[in-house]
């Protein structure tokens, strides 16, 4: 009560005790203001909130950056100006999945060629090991296969015991089976 009547109706709480501070063990996330506006597609928004310093590495809630939100756009559009912008061409989630990574799992090779030619890791491995080739090659990818093999992918990279090969394989995928044990 003394708390309460020496601040009225500016005190929150008041208590007896101490109130113990908890830290959270993992950082606390939000959708960003820059992930909507990539989100939306708003390129005059998205670099407002950039001139505003708000970071192009910035996780959202579940640990992805807005270059990632730019990979559910129909076109390469916001995927080209976040990195014109400067969005760093392997920036990593959580789980250390690279936009190349994600690229590849959307089935885009118009948006795997935009990140191979910006200079993006063909042998990132995600926090389990695995590579955009793997990847690709589970998912029967051919097309995309073939990029990122001739940009350097390396098909012997073992992620869990599976090589990107073995992956095709156990998916009867025998066009990209036969693609990476080519030498």
């Given at each position: 009560?003394?708390?309460m009547?020496?601040f009225?109706?500016l005190a929150?709480?008041a208590?007896v005790e101490?109130?113990p501070r908890?830290?959270?063990a993992a950082p606390?996330?939000?959708?960003s203001?820059l992930?909507?506006?990539?989100a939306?597609g708003?390129t005059?928004r998205?670099g407002e909130?950039l001139?505003?310093?708000?970071?192009?590495?910035?996780l959202?809630?579940?640990g992805?950056?807005?270059?990632?939100?730019?990979?559910?756009?129909p076109?390469a559009?916001m995927?080209?100006?976040?990195l014109?912008q400067g969005?760093?061409?392997d920036?990593?989630s959580?789980c250390?999945?690279?936009?190349?990574?994600a690229a590849?799992?959307t089935?885009?090779?118009?948006?795997?060629?935009?990140?191979?030619?910006r200079g993006?890791?063909?042998?990132?491995?995600?926090?389990?090991?695995?590579t955009?080739?793997?990847?690709a090659?589970?998912s029967?990818?051919a097309?995309?296969?073939k990029l990122l093999?001739?940009r350097?992918?390396?098909?012997?990279?073992?992620?869990?015991?599976?090589?990107a090969q073995t992956?095709?394989?156990?998916?009867?995928e025998?066009?990209?089976?036969r693609l990476?044990?080519?030498p």
């Amino acid at each position: 009560m003394k708390c309460m009547s020496m601040f009225g109706r500016l005190a929150e709480y008041a208590a007896v005790e101490a109130i113990p501070r908890q830290v959270p063990a993992a950082p606390l996330r939000s959708n960003s203001m820059l992930h909507i506006a990539v989100a939306r597609g708003d390129t005059a928004r998205v670099g407002e909130l950039l001139r505003q310093g708000f970071p192009l590495d910035l996780l959202d809630t579940a640990g992805f950056a807005p270059a990632f939100w730019a990979l559910a756009h129909p076109d390469a559009t916001m995927l080209t100006f976040l990195l014109h912008q400067g969005s760093p061409v392997d920036v990593r989630s959580a789980c250390g999945d690279t936009p190349l990574m994600a690229a590849v799992q959307t089935g885009s090779l118009a948006k795997v060629r935009i990140l191979v030619e910006r200079g993006a890791n063909v042998n990132a491995r995600d926090n389990r090991g695995f590579t955009a080739l793997h990847r690709a090659a589970e998912s029967g990818q051919a097309e995309i296969v073939k990029l990122l093999l001739e940009r350097g992918a390396d098909p012997s990279v073992r992620a869990n015991g599976q090589t990107a090969q073995t992956l095709a394989e156990m998916r009867n995928e025998v066009e990209i089976a036969r693609l990476l044990s080519s030498p």
